[in-house]
């Protein structure tokens, strides 16, 4: 019997500009993916902002709901979905992602892949990479196979949209119960700065 485990995609809304630009373009309710190994949310990933107030600076981060980028868009939206995984995928994805955080300076947002999902065309660049496809590839390196497409093709609308995850929360981020009764990270926790 293999242990079940669960992971959890976020896809959230922050009402900027560029996320209503691309909401104008996919008409999707939400345009950026992250990845979390708690239902709590304090272990999230994703490419984004690198400072909540410069949206040009962009790369790989650990998202933090509280005082990161979201903490500055109090009435973002979104919807959390639950992945049931076994413990050796979870193994595996934490392997990918200590090649992302020992790294973490070398990689950009690729902000060329958007246009490229646009096209129907994977435009794909060393160390770069945009938010669904960062949370794409995690699953696709682990051995998890939930779409037939290349994950610099996978878009947060197809996370939304796949049987294989559960709706755990949809509605404002800062409503979300498990975060509200969460207590504050231990100073001591790893963090990105």
Partial sequence: MTDQRSVYILLTNTGTLFTKMIRTYTRAPYNH?????????????????????????????????????????????????????????????????????????????????????ALKEPVEFSNSYFCSQFVAEILHRSGIKIWNKLPALVTPDDFRQNERLELAYEGRLNEYAPIRAAAPEPAAAERLE
């Fill in 33 to 117: 993916a992250s990845i979390a190994f708690d239902r709590e949310l304090t272990e999230l990933y994703s490419f984004g902002r690198k400072n909540p107030y410069n949206p040009i600076d962009g790369g790989f981060v650990r998202e933090d709901i509280r005082t990161g980028t979201f903490s500055r868009y109090p009435n973002t939206t979104c919807v959390i979905y639950e992945l049931q995984v076994t413990e050796r995928e979870v193994e595996k994805m934490r392997r990918v992602l200590n090649v992302f955080i020992r790294s973490r300076e070398k990689y950009l947002y690729n902000l060329l892949g958007i246009i490229g999902v």
